[in-house]
C-alpha cells in the first residue's frame, strides 16, 4: 500500500512547488523574449509562436512568487525576462494597451517580433497584468511601481462601472463596454487589488477590493440562491441563460462553477487578514460548505466541475485548478476556525490531486480529467499551461499551517 506525504508539512509543500516550477524552468524560457506556453504532457513545447498575455502574466507572477520565497536569482532574472516581452511586445507603445494574443516569429535579421493577432481588450487581462506588476515589485523589481499605477489607472479608465461597482468585461472598439458581464473579471481584479495593497501598502487597492468583494459575493448572490453566478447582463441581473447550450466555451461556460465558490472562499480569508470584517468569515465559510455538499464525487473521489441552477450536476469532469484553490481555502477555513472539517478536506483533497492530477513522471498537473478520473489528452492544457492555480494556492497554504509544522 503507498504510503502518502504529509501533506500538512511545510518541507512537503516546498518540495511540491520546486517539484511543480521544475516542469517548467528553464524549459519554458524562450531565449528570443518571452516564454513557451503550450506543453504536452512529457513537457515538450507545441505552438511555440502563440503568446496570451494571460499565461505571459501568470508565469511572470510565478517566476516573482519563487523568488520572494527562495530567493534563487535565476527565478528574478526569470521574471524580468517575461516582464521585457510584457511591455515590449504585449503593450503598444503609444496606447498602453494590451494584446490578449500573439504570434512571434524572427524576422529575416533574427530578431524576434510579436505580430497581434487578438487585440481585444478585456478587464481580465488587465488583472493579471496588475498582477504581475504587485508582484514583482515586491520582489524588488522597483521599475515596476510606476507601471503598476499606469495599470490600475486604465482599470479605473476604461472598465470600471461606477454606477454598478462592479467591473466591466470588455472595452468596446468604438467606446464603451460590450455587453456581456461577468463575475470572474472582478474576481481576478480582486485578487490584483490583494496582491497591490501588499507591494505599496496603499489603502486605495484594500478599498476597492472590499467594495467589489462585498457586492459579488453578499449583494449579486442574493439573487442566486446564495453561490456566486458566472453570467449577467448590462445591468448585472443573473442571465440564466447565456452559453447555456454551448458546451465548449472554455472561459465562459454555463452553471455555476464549483471552483469560483471556493476560491472566493479563499479570497474573502485573504482580505480578512488585513481587514478584518464581521461578514468575511460567514461568507467564506457558507461558500465552501455549500459547495462541498454539492461537489465531492462521493463515489470516485475529486470536485466535479459545474453545476445546474436546479443542483444537477452539469460537468462531471475534474479540473486541477478546481481541486486547488479548494485545498487552499480549506487550509484557510481550519487556520481561521480551528474546526477539523476543513483539515479533512485539506487532506482529502491533496490526496486526490496526488493519486490523480499530479504528474509525478513529468511534473506539474494535468489539465482536466473526465469524470472517471483519467486524463483527458495529452497537453497538459490547451488553453496555456502555467499552473499559476497549483503553485498560488501552495504559497497560501504555507501561510496557515501551524507554526510547528515542518
Request: hydrophobic share 40%; aromatic share 14%; glycine share 8%.
Amino acid at each position: 500500500m503507498q504510503t502518502l506525504p504529509r501533506f500538512r508539512s511545510a518541507t512537503f509543500l516546498k518540495e511540491h512547488i520546486f517539484h511543480t516550477m521544475a516542469f517548467y524552468h528553464p524549459t519554458c524560457i524562450d531565449k528570443r523574449g518571452g516564454y513557451f506556453q503550450y506543453f504536452r504532457d512529457d513537457r515538450s513545447p507545441y505552438d511555440p509562436e502563440r503568446r496570451r498575455l494571460v499565461n505571459t502574466t501568470r508565469l511572470i507572477f510565478n517566476y516573482a512568487m519563487a523568488f520572494l520565497h527562495f530567493r534563487a536569482p535565476s527565478y528574478l532574472e526569470a521574471a524580468r525576462h517575461g516582464l521585457r516581452f510584457l511591455r515590449e511586445q504585449h503593450r503598444h507603445p503609444d496606447t498602453g494597451h494590451y494584446a490578449w494574443m500573439l504570434h512571434v516569429e524572427d524576422d529575416v535579421e533574427g530578431r524576434r517580433t510579436a505580430q497581434v493577432v487578438d487585440d481585444a481588450q478585456y478587464a481580465y487581462g488587465l488583472a493579471f497584468v496588475l498582477l504581475a506588476y504587485a508582484t514583482t515589485l515586491k520582489a524588488g523589481v522597483s521599475e515596476a511601481r510606476a507601471w503598476l499605477d499606469e495599470t490600475w489607472e486604465q482599470l479605473e479608465s476604461r472598465f470600471w462601472d461606477a454606477g454598478a461597482g462592479l467591473y466591466a468585461d470588455e472595452a468596446a472598439p468604438g467606446g464603451g463596454w460590450a455587453a456581456y458581464r461577468g463575475q470572474n473579471t472582478t474576481m481576478h481584479v480582486f485578487e490584483a487589488l490583494l496582491a497591490a495593497h501588499d507591494a505599496t501598502g496603499e489603502a486605495r487597492f484594500l478599498d476597492r477590493a472590499e467594495a467589489i468583494a462585498k457586492r459579488v459575493t453578499v449583494e449579486l448572490t442574493e439573487h442566486t440562491n446564495g453561490l456566486v453566478w458566472e453570467r449577467y447582463r448590462p445591468d448585472w441581473q443573473p442571465d440564466w441563460e447565456y452559453h447555456r447550450d454551448n458546451g465548449g466555451d472554455t472561459f465562459r461556460p454555463w452553471g455555476f462553477r464549483f471552483g469560483h465558490q471556493t476560491e472566493w472562499a479563499k479570497l474573502l480569508l485573504l482580505l480578512d487578514r488585513v481587514r478584518p470584517l464581521p461578514w468575511l468569515l460567514p461568507r467564506a465559510q457558507a461558500l465552501f460548505d455549500a459547495t462541498m455538499t454539492r461537489a465531492w464525487d462521493a463515489e470516485r473521489g475529486g470536485m466535479f466541475n459545474r453545476m445546474a441552477p436546479d443542483g444537477s450536476i452539469h460537468d462531471g469532469r475534474k479540473f486541477f485548478w478546481v481541486q486547488s484553490e479548494t485545498m487552499a481555502a480549506g487550509a484557510l477555513l481550519g487556520q481561521r476556525t480551528g474546526l477539523p472539517v476543513y483539515w479533512r478536506w485539506f487532506d482529502r483533497l491533496w490526496s486526490y490531486m496526488w493519486d490523480y492530477l499530479i504528474d509525478h513522471e513529468h511534473g506539474a498537473y494535468h489539465h482536466m480529467l473526465g469524470p472517471d478520473n483519467r486524463p483527458v489528452g495529452n497537453d497538459k492544457s490547451r488553453t496555456g499551461k502555467t499552473d499559476y492555480h497549483t503553485l498560488g494556492t501552495v504559497y497560501v497554504a504555507l501561510t496557515a499551517l501551524p507554526a510547528a509544522a515542518t
